[in-house]
Nanobody
Framework: QVQLVESGGGLVQAGGSLRLSCAASGIIFSISDMGWYRQAPGKQRELVAGITTGGVTNYADSVKGRFTISRDNAKNTVYLRMNSLEPEDTAVYYC???????????WGQGTQVTVSS
């Protein structure tokens, strides 16, 4: 059974930082592309950052230069470092794993990030 467990969310003031973690189990992490998505109230879920099995990263324009995605295959964990947080970053953040051999996607339960102004 595949499980993705996010942690690290919380309440932070504008300009602050948080680091999200997503621990994966039941999946061969090293052959999975990983991503962080977010969904704000009343909005669609959107891609924040992704990282391939080879370490290639991509970011939403709104977070470029502020967020950094990374992965540790030995720990089956993907991270999202978020700096210079803005109230507009407030959302539930979800971890996604895409197993490349089957192209099946798996999602975590989400972690709330709230940025106060």
């Amino acid at each position: 059974q595949v499980q993705l467990v996010e942690s690290g969310g919380g309440l932070v003031q504008a300009g602050g930082s948080l680091r999200l973690s997503c621990a994966a189990s039941g999946i061969i992490f090293s052959i999975s592309d990983m991503g962080w998505y977010r969904q704000a109230p009343g909005k669609q879920r959107e891609l924040v950052a992704g990282i391939t099995t080879g370490g290639v990263t991509n970011y939403a324009d709104s977070v470029k230069g502020r967020f950094t995605i990374s992965r540790d295959n030995a720990k089956n964990t993907v991270y999202l470092r978020m700096n210079s947080l803005e109230p507009e970053d407030t959302a539930v953040y979800y971890c996604k794993a895409l197993k490349k051999t089957t192209m099946r996607a798996y999602w975590g339960q989400g972690t709330q990030v709230t940025v106060s102004s």
